[in-house]
Every structure is written in C-alpha cells, then in structure tokens.
C-alpha cells in the first residue's frame, strides 16, 4: 500500500489559542469522569483479543458523543469516526486496550479483579486519554477534516495492528497521518519526549531445541550431552553483538530460559532455549537472524548434537518519520513549553505494533511521562507494582485535542 501523502500537514504552528487555554479544558471537572473510566477498566483488564468490555465501553461513549462507529475490526477493535466542514484532511490517532498476563501487586485500590491479568502497561490510561479527548473533540467539533480514533487489540504480542492492518483499516479510514502515545515511567509526568527515525526496536523470538543422546551421568562417553552443547551456545551467542555488530548499531540478544534435565546423575536427551532478540535497523535485524542460525547449528554439531530452530518474526523496527515528528513536538512546545519536552530522546530497545502503522502511514510514536524518581509512576511497565499516573489523563487529552486542532488549521 502506498503511503498517503502528507502535503496537508501544517509546516508550522498555526495555534490561534495558548497552552493555558487547552489545559484549563482539560483540567475541569469532567476529567474525574476519565479518571475513573481509567480504573473501571483496570479493575477489568481483558487480554489480546478479549478486550469484549472494554471495546464495548468505547464504542457506547463515542456513540454518545456523535461519532460513526465501526466495532470488529481486528477482532475486538474500535474505530470513531468524526467529520466536520467540507475539508479533505484525515487524521488517525490510535490507543491500545489490551492487558497483560501478570498478577497484579499494586496496591491500587481499583486493583484488578481478574486474577492473574492487569494492565501492566497502561493502555487502560491511554484509553481514558483518548476517550477524553474525544469527548472535548466533539463537543467543539471545530476542525475542517475527518478524524479517526482508533482503539486497537492486542498490542502486547498479539499483533493487534496487523491484523487491523489486514482487514481494511486504512481502506476504510483513510488517514494522511497517524499518532499515538505511550506512558514511560522514569520520565517526569506530564513530560513528552520525541524521536524522529528509529525509535523502538523490532522484536524476534528463538526456541531453540537441543536433541542429543541421554544417558548415565557417569558414563558420559555414551551420551551425546545436549546441555553441555547449550551452555557452550549461550556463551557463543554473547559474541555475536560484540564482534558481528557494528559498536554503532544496538542490538540485544537475550537468552532468557534454558531448561534441560531433572536429575543430577542424567544427561538428558534434550534441551531448549528461548531467545528474545531485538535491533534498531533493519539490516541488523537480517544480520542477527543469519549469524544466530549459523552459530547455533555449527555449535552443536561441534558437540555432535542436533539444533531445531523455531523463528518466530516479530514486530519490526518502529520508524518515526521526520516531518510528523517535528509537527508533534510544536504541537507539545505550544502546550506545556520547552522546559517539558525532550526534543529529541533516546531510542528505546523495547517493541511496539504501532510500527507497522507507521510502515503504511507517516507519523510518530510519542512518550509522555508517567513519573520519575520516588514517585509512584516510576514503577517500570510490565511490572506487578506498576500503576497508570491519572494525572496524566488531562495531560494526555489536552495534547490529542491540541493537535488536532493544529493538523486541522487552514
């Protein structure tokens, strides 16, 4: 699919109305209604897919507030289309729902009622945020475009995206450019950092099946040892980064389990590894496959064992693109001033399906603080202790309503 034209984006702020303004719009007492949507749905978190409750929840709120809904796209995704005017500008602007597989230590008082599920990563705020938003959006409705709200499934692993993607998404909803956000926890709340380019790393996971030949562990020279073979490919692997990588390109190659044998007086028949591993280009991306695969088979044939690879693609290198970029950092210097937006911050290694999103429609994967220091949103995401910061609900909606209007001026 060619990617649309971007001509229609403002080239420079055209905000008629000041930072204060939008944030004293968001800052009423309406936002309490967001706030607790926000923990309504974390005391119901819903894994990929599942998200049923809470897919309902948004389709009956932005009914309610005079948008054009289609529900089931993706399985359990939510689209809210609002058009005003005769313009020709569209806009998408996506949300995630989905929650983890994590038994919840937070201590919230709307701690999850499901056991073993949480939202770990605060989609159920950035639900709420968009949901706000979107309220305030169409109350005013005084843009010249279309603009879709898109609430996706399963981004933790699921692929959420793709799948929206695959089943007509921007055929149905056209969009010239598409945004969205995440907390980051270690970041001020209420700050915004940007990246233009590579800004998270694509994801690939490895099983690795070590088949051998069991036996006693006092005759060793009967057996054909698998664990031995995958200790020596553990350490192997830690070279490839090293020595394979080029030092100015990140990589990560991760094993995170082996498991092999039950006794210590048998060598087992089998062992297996699971590898997590992630990169910022996608030339490194190929690179790591290529050398994984070859280190891995030639280690165990050393041994004289036999290595099964499973590789299992996973999501890929997540690109911001320049011009959407730098039009969403004037959008958040205009709404909380310079000293609280990081122009330009650092990669980061971890993954998100909003990149193939942005494999079909420029626009940019922003951050906004969720709490640094000793404060509570600091707890880092995927964590049984972590907790969306509510205060950045107002935040949130303030900067989505503040960059419409911007995408929308004439």
Request: aromatic share 6%.
């Amino acid at each position: 699919m060619a990617r649309p034209s971007s001509e229609a984006l403002p080239s420079r702020s055209t905000c008629s109305r000041n930072k204060v303004t939008y944030l004293r719009d968001a800052l009423t007492d309406r936002v309490g209604e967001f706030i607790a949507l926000r923990r309504d749905i974390h005391r119901h978190p819903e894994l990929a897919f599942e998200e049923h409750r809470t897919a309902a929840l948004v389709a009956a709120k932005l009914q309610s507030w005079g948008y054009t809904v289609h529900q089931g796209l993706g399985g359990t995704g939510v689209v809210g289309t609002l058009k005003a005017g005769q313009g020709l500008r569209t806009l998408g602007i996506r949300a995630d729902m989905d929650a983890l597989p994590i038994v919840e230590a937070s201590g919230a008082e709307w701690t999850s009622t499901r056991p073993g599920v949480m939202h770990a990563c605060g989609h159920d705020g950035h639900t709420a945020m968009l949901l706000a938003a979107a309220k305030a959006i169409a109350e005013e409705a005084s843009f010249d475009g279309t603009l879709n709200l898109i609430f996706q499934p399963a981004e933790e692993g699921g692929g959420g995206a793709v799948r929206m993607i695959d089943e007509g998404l921007f055929e149905q909803h056209p969009c010239d450019a598409v945004f969205a956000m995440h907390n980051m926890p270690g970041v001020p709340a209420g700050h915004f950092v940007f990246r233009d380019g590579a800004a998270m790393a694509s994801s690939d996971y490895v099983s690795i099946r070590i088949h051998g030949t069991g036996g006693h562990g006092a005759m060793p020279h009967r057996a054909a040892d698998p664990l031995v073979a995958a200790a020596s490919i553990v350490m192997a692997l830690q070279t490839i980064v090293s020595r394979n990588v080029d030092p100015l390109h990140t990589a990560v190659v991760t094993v995170g389990a082996l498991h092999a044998g039950q006794a210590n007086n048998v060598i087992p028949a089998l062992a297996t590894l699971e590898l997590s591993v992630r990169a910022l280009d996608a030339q490194v991306r190929q690179l790591l496959e290529q050398r994984i695969k070859a280190l891995v088979t030639a280690q165990a044939e050393s041994f004289g064992v036999v290595a099964e690879i499973d590789w299992k693609k996973g999501y890929c290198v997540l690109v911001n693109s320049v011009r959407e970029t730098d039009f969403a950092r004037r959008v958040a210097l205009q709404l909380v001033g310079p000293e609280r937006v990081n122009l330009n911050g650092p990669p980061v290694t971890g993954s998100e399906d909003f990149a193939f999103m942005l494999e079909k429609i420029p626009g940019s994967y922003l951050l906004i603080g969720n709490g640094d220091g000793d404060s509570a949103g600091a707890c880092m995401v995927h964590n049984p202790g972590y907790d969306f910061n509510d205060d950045n609900i107002a935040t949130g909606a303030a900067y989505w309503k503040a960059l419409v209007h911007e995408f929308f001026a004439p």
